[in-house]
C-alpha cells in the first residue's frame, strides 16, 4: 500500500514555515511596558449581559457563569485570582518575539501577569482600560455539532506587537478560571497537560510548524482539579497572531446570524490578514503550484474574478486563504510525523496554526492507523486521516461562508446585504458556492502535496525532486518503516549521517541497514535479514539519487557529501519531545519537585537539530545540561515507551 499518493488523496478529500521571529538585538522591555492593544474587542461586539469591561468587573467572579451566549463574539471577564503562583519555566524564544527582556520573568509583576492576578492596561479605580475576554464559537466535534463550545478556560489579556517585527500577538491564560463557555467543566487546566502544551508549542515553532506558542508556566499550588484523579492547576500563558478558529464561524451558522458571519469575516480579512487586498487568487494550474506559499496578488477588494458563473468575490479570496494557510501546516505534519490528536472545528485555526493541545504525539513507529487520542476508537483523527479531516472542517467553514461565496458580485449590494438570498436566487447561489469550495479543494490538495514534497525531499538531503521520488523513495520506505516498525524520526536523522562511500556494495547497504533497527531488534514482520534486505534494496536508490542530485550521476566528493549531510541535519530534527519523554518529564515535575528539568527540555525543544546541548553556548548563555539525559531522550524509544495514547481530559 502506498501513502499519499496523488490518486489517494484525491478520494480521501473528496473535492516554511515558523511563525516570524523577533530580531536578535536583546529585547529591555518589560512585560509592564510592551505595547498594548485591544482590537479584537474594539471592533467586533460583545455578550450584552456585560455590555462593558466596567459591567463585568463590578459583577462578582463566581457570577460569571456557564451560560449561552448570543449574538456576540466575546464575553468580557478576567481570570480567576490564585494565591501564590510559582513560575516554573519561561521560553526564551517567546519572551524574544514578546519583545520582553531577559530576566523580566524574576519580577514579581510577570508573575503575577502571567498568573492572572494583575491585569495589565485596566484602571482598577477609573474602571476604565483594556480588559480581559473569553471568545464564543460553537463546533463539530468527533463529526457531530457539539453547539456552543468557547473559550472555557482560556482568557486572552491583550495584544502587543513586537516594535522590531511588526508583528502583533493575542496573550492569552489557559486555565485561568470559569466563563460562560465553560459548560459542565471548572475552567481550569492541570499541570500534565500544561507540560506538555508548553513544551510542544515552542517545539513545533523551533521545527518550522506553525503553531501557537508558549510563553511560561505557572503552578497553582492553592489549586486543586479533580480529573481522573486529584491534580495540580497550572496556567499557560500562550500567545499567536489570533486565536480565532473554524468554530468562530460555525456557532454563527448554526443561529443564522448573517451580520455577524460578514462582520467577522471583515474582521479576519482586515485586521488579522492586513486586508482584503492581500488576499490570494485562483491558482491558473491548481496540480502544479509555482511555490509555496502561493503568491498573493494586490487585487481591489470590490474586483470580481472569472467569469459569471464562478463570480469570485473577496470572502472567495478570504477561504482560500484560511484553505491554503491549512493545507501547508497539515503538510508539515505528515512530513514530521506530527498528529494533533483531536481536529474538530473548534481546534482548526483560521491562521493555519497548530492549536489546542490535548492528545498530541510526534511518531514513533511509523504506523498511518496510529492515533494518540485513546478516546478516538474510530481513528477518525489518525495520521492517515489528518489531511482529510482538515479538508471536512474547512468545508464547514464553506458552509458558513456560503451565501457571501455564492453571491458574487452582488455581495456588496445593500439589498442583499440587508435582506440575504432572495427565494427565486438560491439554488444559483448554492450551486456557484458548492463550485467555489470543490475548485478552492483542488487547489487544498495542490498546496497540500507540493509542500509536503517540498519538505520530504529537504529531509531525504535532496536539493531537487522528481516524479519518481514519491513512489521510489517517499512511499517505498514509508512501507518499509510500517512493516519493520521503524521508529519515523529516528530514520530521518540516522540517515543524516549515513555516508554514501558506505552504500557501495549490497552487502555494505545491508551492513549499515541496522542502524535503523531498535537495539533490541526488529521487531516488525521478517526480522532482521528481511529487514536489512528490504532496508538495503532502499538505499541503493537512495545513493542513486544523492549520486545524482549531488554528484555527477557517478561519484560525489568528500565535501559534497559532507554538504549533504549537514544540510540534512538542519531539517531532520535530533530530539523532538516524544510522549514517553513528556511523561517522564511530568512525573519529575509533579512528584519529584524538580524545576530545572523544564529549562533542560526547553532548551532542547527550541534548538531540536544540534548534536548535543550540554556544554554549548545557546543565545549567549552557557548551558550546563544532562548528557545522560540527552542520550536517552535522542536514542531508541523504550518499548513500553512506543505509540502511547492519552485522554483529552485536562
Not at 463566581?62 to 466575546?74: S, T
Not at 467543566?185 to 501557537?212: C, H, M, Y
Not at 535532496?462 to 513512489?471: A, P
Amino acid at each position: 500500500m502506498k501513502y499519499l499518493r496523488l490518486a489517494q488523496m484525491a478520494s480521501q478529500f473528496s473535492t516554511s514555515g515558523a511563525t516570524t521571529q523577533a530580531a536578535n538585538a536583546t529585547s529591555t522591555a518589560s512585560i509592564n511596558d510592551i505595547p498594548k492593544s485591544w482590537t479584537f474587542t474594539s471592533k467586533l461586539p460583545p455578550d450584552s449581559l456585560f455590555p462593558t469591561p466596567a459591567d463585568s468587573h463590578k459583577t462578582p467572579r463566581d457570577h460569571i457563569v456557564p451560560r449561552q451566549v448570543r449574538d456576540a463574539l466575546f464575553t468580557w471577564v478576567r481570570p480567576q485570582h490564585v494565591e501564590r503562583p510559582e513560575l516554573l519555566a519561561v521560553s526564551p524564544a517567546a519572551m524574544r518575539d514578546l519583545g520582553i527582556g531577559e530576566g523580566d520573568e524574576k519580577t514579581e509583576d510577570f508573575v503575577q501577569t502571567v498568573a492572572g492576578n494583575k491585569l495589565q492596561g485596566w484602571d482598577e479605580e477609573k474602571l476604565e482600560g483594556g480588559y480581559p475576554w473569553a471568545q464564543c464559537y460553537g463546533g463539530f466535534q468527533f463529526g457531530q455539532w457539539a453547539g456552543q463550545l468557547g473559550d472555557g478556560r482560556a482568557i486572552s489579556l491583550f495584544e502587543t506587537t513586537n516594535p522590531k517585527t511588526g508583528v502583533r500577538y493575542e496573550l492569552q491564560l489557559k486555565g485561568a478560571g470559569l466563563t460562560p463557555y465553560s459548560r459542565f467543566a471548572d475552567g481550569k487546566a492541570v499541570l500534565r497537560s500544561s507540560i506538555r502544551e508548553f513544551v510542544v508549542s515552542e517545539a513545533l515553532n523551533a521545527l518550522g510548524i506553525p503553531s501557537t506558542r508558549a510563553l511560561s508556566l505557572t503552578l497553582l499550588p492553592e489549586v486543586k482539579v479533580r480529573r481522573e484523579t486529584i491534580e495540580p492547576g497550572a496556567i499557560v500563558a500562550r500567545f499567536t497572531q489570533s486565536w480565532l478558529r473554524i468554530g468562530n464561524f460555525d456557532i454563527l451558522r448554526a443561529r443564522g446570524d448573517r451580520g455577524l458571519i460578514r462582520k467577522l469575516a471583515t474582521y479576519v480579512a482586515e485586521d488579522v490578514f492586513g486586508g482584503w487586498e492581500t488576499l490570494p487568487g485562483r491558482l491558473e494550474d491548481p496540480d502544479k503550484p509555482k511555490e509555496s506559499p502561493p503568491p498573493k496578488r494586490n487585487i481591489p477588494a470590490d474586483a470580481i474574478e472569472g467569469p459569471p458563473e464562478s463570480a469570485e468575490n473577496r470572502f472567495t479570496r478570504l477561504y482560500r486563504e484560511i484553505v491554503r494557510r491549512n493545507a501547508l501546516t497539515v503538510a508539515k505534519w505528515q512530513a514530521y510525523g506530527f498528529m494533533n490528536g483531536v481536529l474538530n472545528t473548534d481546534n482548526t485555526s483560521l491562521y493555519g496554526l497548530s492549536i489546542d493541545f490535548g492528545p498530541f504525539a510526534f511518531m514513533d513507529n511509523f504506523d498511518p492507523n496510529y492515533t494518540p487520542n485513546h478516546d478516538d476508537f474510530m481513528l477518525r483523527y489518525s495520521y492517515r486521516n489528518q489531511p482529510s479531516i482538515i479538508w471536512w472542517n474547512l468545508v464547514r467553514l464553506g458552509e458558513a461562508l456560503g451565501e457571501s461565496i455564492g453571491a458574487g458580485s452582488q455581495v456588496d449590494d445593500p439589498k442583499f446585504i440587508e435582506d440575504g438570498v432572495k427565494e427565486e436566487d438560491a439554488n444559483g447561489i448554492i450551486e456557484r458556492a458548492e463550485k467555489i469550495i470543490m475548485q478552492v479543494g483542488e487547489e487544498y490538495k495542490a498546496v497540500f502535496l507540493d509542500e509536503y514534497k517540498k519538505a520530504m525531499t529537504a529531509r531525504f538531503g535532496l536539493k531537487t525532486y522528481k516524479d519518481s521520488d514519491f513512489d521510489d523513495l517517499f512511499s517505498s520506505i514509508l512501507d518499509t518503516m510500517e512493516s519493520l516498525e521503524l521508529d519515523f524520526n529516528l530514520f530521518f536523522r540516522r540517515l543524516s549521517s549515513v555516508k554514501v562511500d558506505e552504500l557501495e556494495t549490497e552487502g555494505a547497504r545491508q551492513d549499515r541497514a541496522s542502524v535503523f533497527f531498535y537495539s533490541d531488534g526488529v521487531t516488525g514482520a521478517g526480522g532482521e535479514a528481511e529487514g536489512r534486505k528490504k532496508v538495503g534494496e532502499w538505499l541503493d536508490k537512495w545513493r542513486q539519487r544523492i549520486l545524482e542530485d549531488w554528484g555527477d550521476g557517478q561519484t560525489i566528493s568528500n565535501e559534497q557529501d559532507e554538504e549533504r549531510m549537514r544540510a540534512m541535519k538542519k531539517v531532520n530534527p535530533n530530539f523532538v519531545p516524544r510522549g514517553w519523554i513528556l511523561d517522564e518529564v511530568i512525573k519529575r515535575v509533579e512528584k519529584n519537585n524538580e524545576r530545572d528539568v523544564l529549562d533542560r527540555i526547553m532548551t532542547m525543544a527550541l534548538h531540536p537539530f544540534e548534536e548535543s546541548w550540554a556544554g554549548r553556548t545557546f543565545d549567549g548563555k552557557e548551558y550546563k545540561g544532562d548528557i545522560d539525559e540527552e542520550t536517552r531522550w535522542t536514542s531508541d524509544v523504550p518499548r513500553l515507551g512506543r505509540a502511547m495514547q492519552c485522554s483529552c481530559s485536562s
